[in-house]
């Protein structure tokens, strides 16, 4: 297994502290610095194993299954811990999660017709703006100014999510057509 898919492989597993981190009782802000250091170690494999695939010509089927999974898996715990913890709102989440679930059903599709779809300028500012929010949704700290900028974030993160999703249909919408 190469150096990129060890990093994928390692963002999976971190999702399992990470919830920990965030639901465990008892853990007070120790659990919320560890989970925005876990978040954060995640999020950094996320950018390197594509980096390094990349670069390198280490891209493999493997990576190209899991990296997406691996990031789907991460940003949905989260949102979902999130969610649970009373930070964020379960519509945000369950529109967020949704989209996922859309695009990887579009890759899906692609994939049966022989269609790789690289993931677009959109989507790249959409995971960089989710896992900000994350970050400043975990930390949630009790000042008027800070609350202000991550409830914009989110929002940010939110608008970006939908216009990714619409970008990627209208950019994609040939693979929906039947094949003959």
Do not use: H
Request: aromatic fraction near 10%.
């Amino acid at each position: 297994m190469n150096l990129p898919n060890k990093l994928t492989v390692l963002r999976v597993i971190l999702v399992v502290p990470f919830v920990v981190c965030m639901l465990a009782p008892g853990l007070g802000e120790s659990g919320m610095y560890a989970a925005v250091a876990l978040f954060v170690v995640a999020s950094l494999t996320d950018f390197l194993d594509g980096k390094i695939a990349r670069k390198y010509g280490l891209v493999t089927n493997f990576g190209k299954f899991m990296d997406p999974l691996a990031d789907k898996l991460l940003v949905a715990a989260a949102l979902i811990c999130l969610t649970a913890n009373g930070r964020l709102a379960a519509w945000i989440s369950i529109l967020i999660i949704s989209r996922e679930f859309i695009i990887s059903g579009f890759r899906l599709v692609a994939s049966d017709n022989g269609v790789v779809i690289a993931a677009g300028y959109w989507g790249k500012f959409k995971t960089t703006f989710q896992m900000v929010m994350i970050v400043m949704l975990i930390f949630d700290f009790d000042n008027g100014t800070y609350q202000v900028c991550a409830d914009l974030v989110t929002y940010l993160a939110l608008a970006l999510t939908v216009i990714s999703l619409v970008d990627y249909i209208v950019k994609n919408k040939e693979v929906l057509k039947e094949q003959k």
